[in-house]
Protein backbone atom coordinates (compact mmCIF):
# COMPACT_ATOMS: atom_id res chain seq x y z
CA UNK A 1 0.00 0.00 0.00
CA UNK A 2 1.18 3.67 -1.09
CA UNK A 3 2.34 5.28 2.04
CA UNK A 4 0.23 7.89 3.09
CA UNK A 5 1.68 11.70 1.73
CA UNK A 6 3.57 13.52 4.66
CA UNK A 7 2.66 17.72 4.44
CA UNK A 8 5.89 19.45 5.04
CA UNK A 9 6.29 23.24 5.08
CA UNK A 10 9.67 24.67 3.71
CA UNK A 11 9.78 28.28 4.91
CA UNK A 12 13.26 29.56 2.41
CA UNK A 13 14.98 32.89 3.12
CA UNK A 14 18.00 34.05 2.51
CA UNK A 15 18.61 35.41 5.75
CA UNK A 16 18.09 31.91 7.71
CA UNK A 17 20.50 30.11 4.80
CA UNK A 18 22.99 32.38 3.37
CA UNK A 19 25.87 34.78 6.49
CA UNK A 20 26.15 37.69 4.30
CA UNK A 21 29.10 38.07 5.74
CA UNK A 22 31.93 39.07 2.82
CA UNK A 23 33.61 35.77 2.68
CA UNK A 24 37.12 36.64 1.20
CA UNK A 25 39.54 34.10 -0.06
CA UNK A 26 43.09 34.37 -0.22
CA UNK A 27 45.84 32.70 -2.09
CA UNK A 28 49.23 33.28 -0.83
CA UNK A 29 53.09 32.82 -1.10
CA UNK A 30 54.36 31.57 2.35
CA UNK A 31 56.43 34.49 2.63
CA UNK A 32 53.74 37.29 2.19
CA UNK A 33 51.09 35.31 4.03
CA UNK A 34 50.87 37.65 6.64
CA UNK A 35 51.18 40.85 5.27
CA UNK A 36 48.15 39.76 2.64
CA UNK A 37 46.64 39.19 5.92
CA UNK A 38 46.98 42.31 6.83
CA UNK A 39 46.57 44.32 4.01
CA UNK A 40 43.30 42.96 3.42
CA UNK A 41 42.27 43.43 6.90
CA UNK A 42 43.23 47.37 6.00
CA UNK A 43 41.41 47.64 3.31
CA UNK A 44 38.01 46.19 4.62
CA UNK A 45 38.52 47.67 7.75
CA UNK A 46 38.35 51.57 6.30
CA UNK A 47 36.28 50.58 3.08
CA UNK A 48 32.75 52.21 3.53
CA UNK A 49 29.91 50.11 2.43
CA UNK A 50 30.47 49.85 -1.42
CA UNK A 51 27.61 48.86 -4.18
CA UNK A 52 30.30 46.76 -6.03
CA UNK A 53 30.79 44.53 -3.71
CA UNK A 54 27.46 44.57 -1.93
CA UNK A 55 26.44 43.33 -5.52
CA UNK A 56 28.87 40.19 -5.83
CA UNK A 57 27.85 39.52 -2.01
CA UNK A 58 23.72 39.32 -2.90
CA UNK A 59 24.72 37.23 -5.76
CA UNK A 60 26.73 34.54 -3.97
CA UNK A 61 24.10 34.56 -1.29
CA UNK A 62 21.02 34.33 -4.06
CA UNK A 63 23.54 31.26 -5.44
CA UNK A 64 23.56 29.76 -1.71
CA UNK A 65 19.84 30.10 -1.31
CA UNK A 66 18.65 28.44 -4.29
CA UNK A 67 20.99 25.38 -3.94
CA UNK A 68 19.63 25.12 -0.56
CA UNK A 69 16.45 24.86 -2.17
CA UNK A 70 17.48 22.61 -4.41
CA UNK A 71 18.49 19.96 -1.76
CA UNK A 72 15.13 20.58 0.34
CA UNK A 73 12.75 19.87 -2.53
CA UNK A 74 15.19 16.99 -3.65
CA UNK A 75 14.91 15.55 -0.31
CA UNK A 76 11.56 15.90 -0.03
CA UNK A 77 10.87 14.34 -3.43
CA UNK A 78 13.14 11.42 -2.06
CA UNK A 79 11.14 10.78 0.94
CA UNK A 80 6.94 11.39 -0.58
CA UNK A 81 6.86 14.62 0.88
CA UNK A 82 5.06 17.91 -0.27
CA UNK A 83 6.33 20.73 -0.13
CA UNK A 84 5.27 24.61 0.31
CA UNK A 85 8.16 26.88 -0.92
CA UNK A 86 7.99 30.75 -0.19
CA UNK A 87 10.74 32.42 -2.38
CA UNK A 88 10.69 35.60 -1.05
CA UNK A 89 14.40 36.38 -0.51
CA UNK A 90 15.40 38.47 2.56
CA UNK A 91 18.68 39.85 2.25
CA UNK A 92 20.88 42.13 4.96
CA UNK A 93 23.45 43.76 3.58
CA UNK A 94 27.35 42.69 4.29
CA UNK A 95 28.16 45.69 6.34
CA UNK A 96 24.66 45.69 8.71
CA UNK A 97 26.31 42.17 9.19
CA UNK A 98 27.90 41.14 12.86
CA UNK A 99 30.76 40.18 11.49
CA UNK A 100 31.79 42.42 7.88
CA UNK A 101 34.24 40.25 6.19
CA UNK A 102 35.79 36.81 6.99
CA UNK A 103 39.49 36.37 5.54
CA UNK A 104 39.59 32.35 4.56
CA UNK A 105 42.83 30.91 3.59
CA UNK A 106 42.94 28.73 0.35
CA UNK A 107 45.26 26.52 0.18
CA UNK A 108 47.42 26.00 -3.34
CA UNK A 109 50.60 24.83 -4.58
CA UNK A 110 53.41 27.59 -5.39
CA UNK A 111 52.68 27.38 -9.03
CA UNK A 112 49.36 27.67 -8.98
CA UNK A 113 50.12 30.60 -6.95
CA UNK A 114 52.44 32.29 -9.58
CA UNK A 115 50.24 31.22 -12.73
CA UNK A 116 47.05 31.65 -11.05
CA UNK A 117 44.50 28.09 -12.44
CA UNK A 118 40.88 29.59 -13.01
CA UNK A 119 39.51 25.78 -12.49
CA UNK A 120 41.48 25.36 -9.46
CA UNK A 121 40.45 29.35 -8.25
CA UNK A 122 36.64 28.76 -9.37
CA UNK A 123 36.38 24.89 -7.61
CA UNK A 124 37.49 26.65 -4.52
CA UNK A 125 35.01 29.46 -5.03
CA UNK A 126 32.12 27.32 -5.26
CA UNK A 127 33.15 24.57 -2.34
CA UNK A 128 33.72 26.89 -0.18
CA UNK A 129 31.70 29.88 -0.68
CA UNK A 130 33.65 32.63 -1.26
CA UNK A 131 32.27 36.00 -2.84
CA UNK A 132 36.23 36.55 -4.45
CA UNK A 133 39.78 35.13 -4.22
CA UNK A 134 42.61 37.53 -3.92
CA UNK A 135 45.78 35.70 -4.76
CA UNK A 136 49.33 37.14 -3.35
CA UNK A 137 52.49 36.10 -5.64
CA UNK A 138 55.96 36.66 -4.32
CA UNK A 139 59.10 35.80 -5.61
CA UNK A 140 62.45 36.94 -4.74
CA UNK A 141 66.14 36.95 -5.22
CA UNK A 142 68.56 37.35 -2.36
CA UNK A 143 67.95 41.52 -2.22
CA UNK A 144 65.00 42.57 -4.52
CA UNK A 145 61.24 40.59 -4.22
CA UNK A 146 58.41 40.91 -6.65
CA UNK A 147 54.76 40.93 -5.87
CA UNK A 148 51.91 40.64 -7.71
CA UNK A 149 48.49 40.43 -6.98
CA UNK A 150 45.61 39.87 -8.78
CA UNK A 151 41.88 39.00 -7.75
CA UNK A 152 39.43 35.95 -8.87
CA UNK A 153 36.13 37.47 -9.94
CA UNK A 154 33.17 36.31 -12.35
CA UNK A 155 35.30 33.65 -13.55
CA UNK A 156 38.32 35.71 -14.51
CA UNK A 157 41.53 36.45 -12.98
CA UNK A 158 42.20 40.20 -13.29
CA UNK A 159 46.02 41.99 -11.97
CA UNK A 160 45.43 43.99 -9.66
CA UNK A 161 48.97 45.53 -8.25
CA UNK A 162 52.78 44.51 -9.13
CA UNK A 163 55.81 46.31 -7.92
CA UNK A 164 59.75 45.18 -6.66
CA UNK A 165 60.01 45.96 -2.82
CA UNK A 166 62.72 44.69 -0.28
CA UNK A 167 61.65 41.48 1.39
CA UNK A 168 62.53 43.38 5.28
CA UNK A 169 60.36 46.97 4.09
CA UNK A 170 57.12 45.56 2.98
CA UNK A 171 55.34 47.99 4.83
CA UNK A 172 56.60 50.53 2.73
CA UNK A 173 54.23 48.76 -0.83
CA UNK A 174 51.39 49.04 2.12
CA UNK A 175 50.08 52.50 1.53
CA UNK A 176 50.20 51.98 -2.40
CA UNK A 177 48.58 48.51 -2.24
CA UNK A 178 45.51 49.58 -0.58
CA UNK A 179 44.99 52.32 -2.67
CA UNK A 180 45.18 50.10 -5.71
CA UNK A 181 42.36 48.25 -4.33
CA UNK A 182 40.38 50.84 -3.10
CA UNK A 183 40.97 52.19 -7.01
CA UNK A 184 39.67 48.78 -8.12
CA UNK A 185 35.72 48.69 -6.26
CA UNK A 186 35.81 52.42 -6.23
CA UNK A 187 37.57 55.06 -8.04
CA UNK A 188 35.99 58.34 -6.69
CA UNK A 189 37.90 57.76 -2.83
CA UNK A 190 40.93 58.71 -2.54
CA UNK A 191 43.74 56.72 0.18
CA UNK A 192 44.80 59.21 2.98
CA UNK A 193 48.27 58.62 4.75
CA UNK A 194 47.94 59.67 8.12
CA UNK A 195 50.98 58.01 9.85
CA UNK A 196 52.71 61.65 10.39
CA UNK A 197 49.90 61.83 13.06
CA UNK A 198 50.13 58.94 15.49
CA UNK A 199 47.27 58.80 18.41
CA UNK A 200 45.38 61.49 16.42
CA UNK A 201 41.81 61.77 15.41
CA UNK A 202 40.43 62.99 11.65
CA UNK A 203 37.66 64.86 10.64
CA UNK A 204 36.77 65.97 7.21
CA UNK A 205 34.41 69.36 6.49
CA UNK A 206 30.74 68.75 7.59
CA UNK A 207 31.13 65.31 9.57
CA UNK A 208 30.52 65.25 12.21
CA UNK A 209 32.25 61.57 12.97
CA UNK A 210 36.00 60.96 12.73
CA UNK A 211 37.32 59.17 9.72
CA UNK A 212 37.47 55.31 10.12
CA UNK A 213 41.63 54.59 10.45
CA UNK A 214 44.15 51.44 10.37
CA UNK A 215 47.43 51.15 10.60
CA UNK A 216 47.48 55.14 9.64
CA UNK A 217 45.15 55.44 6.67
CA UNK A 218 41.67 56.43 6.09
CA UNK A 219 39.24 56.88 2.96
CA UNK A 220 37.88 59.82 1.98
CA UNK A 221 35.64 61.48 -0.89
CA UNK A 222 38.01 62.59 -3.93
CA UNK A 223 35.94 66.16 -3.17
CA UNK A 224 37.23 66.47 -0.03
CA UNK A 225 38.74 69.68 0.30
CA UNK A 226 40.04 69.60 4.22
CA UNK A 227 40.71 67.06 6.86
CA UNK A 228 40.61 68.56 10.42
CA UNK A 229 43.27 66.93 12.85
CA UNK A 230 42.78 67.06 16.76
CA UNK A 231 44.91 65.68 19.04
CA UNK A 232 45.09 65.42 22.83
CA UNK A 233 47.17 68.57 24.04
CA UNK A 234 47.82 70.12 20.52
CA UNK A 235 46.17 72.87 18.90
CA UNK A 236 43.84 71.80 15.84
CA UNK A 237 45.39 71.52 12.44
CA UNK A 238 43.62 72.05 9.04
CA UNK A 239 45.29 70.80 5.80
CA UNK A 240 44.13 71.60 2.63
CA UNK A 241 43.51 68.39 0.04
CA UNK A 242 44.55 69.25 -3.35
CA UNK A 243 43.50 64.86 -4.26
CA UNK A 244 42.28 65.14 -8.07
CA UNK A 245 43.62 62.58 -10.37
CA UNK A 246 45.41 61.21 -6.90
CA UNK A 247 45.01 57.71 -5.70
CA UNK A 248 46.66 58.27 -2.49
CA UNK A 249 47.70 61.68 -0.89
CA UNK A 250 50.34 61.83 2.28
CA UNK A 251 49.13 63.99 4.62
CA UNK A 252 51.80 66.34 6.40
CA UNK A 253 52.00 69.47 8.72
CA UNK A 254 53.05 70.59 12.61
CA UNK A 255 51.20 70.10 15.86
CA UNK A 256 51.43 72.98 17.64
CA UNK A 257 51.42 72.32 21.75
CA UNK A 258 48.29 73.96 23.00
CA UNK A 259 48.79 76.98 25.45
CA UNK A 260 47.56 77.32 28.78
CA UNK A 261 44.47 79.61 28.84
CA UNK A 262 43.28 77.76 25.70
CA UNK A 263 40.78 74.55 25.44
CA UNK A 264 40.25 72.45 23.07
CA UNK A 265 37.22 69.86 24.12
CA UNK A 266 36.20 66.72 22.35
CA UNK A 267 33.49 64.28 23.52
CA UNK A 268 32.15 60.83 23.39
CA UNK A 269 30.02 59.74 21.89
CA UNK A 270 30.54 62.40 19.21
CA UNK A 271 27.59 63.48 18.30
CA UNK A 272 26.60 65.14 22.18
CA UNK A 273 25.42 68.06 22.72
CA UNK A 274 27.74 70.74 24.53
CA UNK A 275 26.23 73.96 26.01
CA UNK A 276 28.52 76.94 26.88
CA UNK A 277 27.06 78.99 29.63
CA UNK A 278 23.86 77.88 28.56
CA UNK A 279 24.59 78.40 24.69
CA UNK A 280 24.38 75.41 22.04
CA UNK A 281 28.00 74.84 20.61
CA UNK A 282 29.31 72.33 18.50
CA UNK A 283 32.07 69.93 19.45
CA UNK A 284 35.05 69.63 18.94
CA UNK A 285 35.08 73.41 20.52
CA UNK A 286 38.15 75.81 20.54
CA UNK A 287 37.61 78.49 22.67
CA UNK A 288 40.71 80.92 24.68
CA UNK A 289 40.13 83.03 27.94
CA UNK A 290 41.69 85.21 29.91
CA UNK A 291 40.83 84.48 33.84
CA UNK A 292 37.58 83.28 35.78
CA UNK A 293 36.05 80.11 34.37
CA UNK A 294 34.15 78.46 31.89
CA UNK A 295 31.46 76.57 32.39
CA UNK A 296 30.42 73.62 30.06
CA UNK A 297 27.64 70.87 29.99
CA UNK A 298 27.92 67.66 28.06
CA UNK A 299 24.82 65.74 27.05
CA UNK A 300 23.36 62.72 25.27
CA UNK A 301 20.35 60.61 25.30
CA UNK A 302 21.07 57.55 27.07
CA UNK A 303 24.19 58.99 28.75
CA UNK A 304 25.10 60.50 32.60
CA UNK A 305 25.22 64.80 31.68
CA UNK A 306 29.14 65.83 32.60
CA UNK A 307 29.19 69.46 33.63
CA UNK A 308 32.92 70.92 33.66
CA UNK A 309 34.22 73.79 35.40
CA UNK A 310 37.42 75.01 33.38
CA UNK A 311 40.28 77.21 34.36
CA UNK A 312 43.32 78.80 32.62
CA UNK A 313 45.03 75.93 34.76
CA UNK A 314 42.66 73.44 32.56
CA UNK A 315 44.09 74.64 29.24
CA UNK A 316 45.16 72.30 26.54
CA UNK A 317 43.23 69.63 25.19
CA UNK A 318 40.47 67.91 26.77
CA UNK A 319 38.88 64.58 25.98
CA UNK A 320 34.90 63.85 27.82
CA UNK A 321 33.73 60.42 27.86
CA UNK A 322 29.88 60.23 28.93
CA UNK A 323 29.31 57.68 30.86
CA UNK A 324 26.11 55.48 29.80
CA UNK A 325 23.10 56.17 31.86
CA UNK A 326 22.95 52.40 33.02
CA UNK A 327 26.56 52.51 34.46
CA UNK A 328 25.66 55.14 37.74
CA UNK A 329 22.83 53.05 38.41
CA UNK A 330 24.48 49.13 37.96
CA UNK A 331 24.80 48.68 41.58
CA UNK A 332 20.95 48.55 41.94
CA UNK A 333 20.61 45.75 39.54
CA UNK A 334 23.96 44.03 41.26
CA UNK A 335 21.92 44.25 44.37
CA UNK A 336 18.11 43.08 43.18
CA UNK A 337 19.93 40.33 41.14
CA UNK A 338 21.81 38.74 44.52
CA UNK A 339 18.80 39.41 46.32
CA UNK A 340 16.70 37.16 44.02
CA UNK A 341 20.07 34.46 43.88
CA UNK A 342 19.91 34.48 47.75
CA UNK A 343 15.64 33.45 47.70
CA UNK A 344 16.43 31.00 44.79
CA UNK A 345 19.35 29.50 46.83
CA UNK A 346 16.97 29.35 49.96
CA UNK A 347 13.79 27.77 48.35
CA UNK A 348 15.97 25.55 46.77
CA UNK A 349 17.48 24.33 49.95
CA UNK A 350 14.05 24.60 52.45
CA UNK A 351 12.37 22.65 49.59
CA UNK A 352 14.97 19.95 49.64
CA UNK A 353 14.78 19.55 53.37
CA UNK A 354 11.14 18.99 52.93
CA UNK A 355 12.31 16.53 50.23
CA UNK A 356 14.87 14.36 53.05
CA UNK A 357 12.93 14.59 55.81
CA UNK A 358 9.49 12.86 53.33
CA UNK A 359 12.22 10.00 52.49
CA UNK A 360 13.27 9.83 56.21
CA UNK A 361 9.88 9.17 57.22
CA UNK A 362 8.37 7.35 54.07
CA UNK A 363 11.66 4.80 54.98
CA UNK A 364 11.97 4.89 58.12
CA UNK A 365 8.03 4.72 59.91
CA UNK A 366 9.54 4.70 63.51
CA UNK A 367 10.61 8.16 62.96
CA UNK A 368 7.19 10.01 61.64
CA UNK A 369 6.44 11.31 65.26
CA UNK A 370 9.22 14.20 64.29
CA UNK A 371 10.53 13.28 60.45
CA UNK A 372 6.26 14.36 59.42
CA UNK A 373 6.58 17.40 61.88
CA UNK A 374 9.95 18.28 60.07
CA UNK A 375 8.75 17.88 56.97
CA UNK A 376 5.59 19.82 57.58
CA UNK A 377 7.34 23.07 58.88
CA UNK A 378 9.70 22.73 56.17
CA UNK A 379 7.62 22.91 53.33
CA UNK A 380 5.97 25.77 54.63
CA UNK A 381 9.34 26.99 54.78
CA UNK A 382 10.21 25.83 50.87
CA UNK A 383 6.67 28.06 50.01
CA UNK A 384 7.31 31.08 51.49
CA UNK A 385 11.05 30.97 49.97
CA UNK A 386 9.38 30.52 46.85
CA UNK A 387 7.25 33.16 47.46
CA UNK A 388 10.17 35.62 48.18
CA UNK A 389 12.09 33.81 44.93
CA UNK A 390 8.88 34.87 42.66
CA UNK A 391 8.63 38.33 44.06
CA UNK A 392 12.30 38.71 44.02
CA UNK A 393 12.77 37.70 40.20
CA UNK A 394 9.87 40.26 39.58
CA UNK A 395 11.92 43.31 41.36
CA UNK A 396 15.32 41.87 39.50
CA UNK A 397 13.05 42.09 36.02
CA UNK A 398 11.42 45.83 37.07
CA UNK A 399 14.93 47.30 38.11
CA UNK A 400 17.12 45.87 35.02
CA UNK A 401 14.53 47.12 32.60
CA UNK A 402 14.34 50.35 34.26
CA UNK A 403 17.97 50.97 34.46
CA UNK A 404 18.97 49.46 30.94
CA UNK A 405 16.05 49.97 28.52
Given at each position: ????L????????A????????????????????????????F???????G??????????E???????????????????????????R??????????????????D???I?T??E??L???S??KG????F????S?????????????????????????????????I???????????????????????????????????????????????????????????????L?????A?G??????E???V?????????????????????????R?P????????????????D??????????????????????P???????R??????E???????????????V?????????????????????V???????????F????????????????
Amino acid sequence: MRRALLLVTFMLSALGLCASTLQVGLVASPDVSSFATSVLETFFLIMPPNGRIERINRARCEREAITEQEKQIHSALASEREITLDDDFRYVPYYESEEVFSIIPVEADERFISTPDETMLSYHSLSKGLDFIFIFSSSSDSTLAQLDVSIFLDGSVIELFSTLYIPEEKDEILGRLIAELVYYFDPSLILLDLRAFPGASFYCDNMEDPLVTSQGYALVESEAERIHVLKDYYEPLTISLDAQGERMVVLEGDLVEAETGHVVLSAFPYNAQASLFGVDVRLPLATDFDNGTVLLSIAQDGFKTENLQLTRSSGGFRSVVLRPQWMAEDGRVKEAKDEMYRSMRNSILSFGLYVIFSSISSIYPETSSWSDIAGFVSAGISIINLIDFIHDGFAYYDTAKQVYL
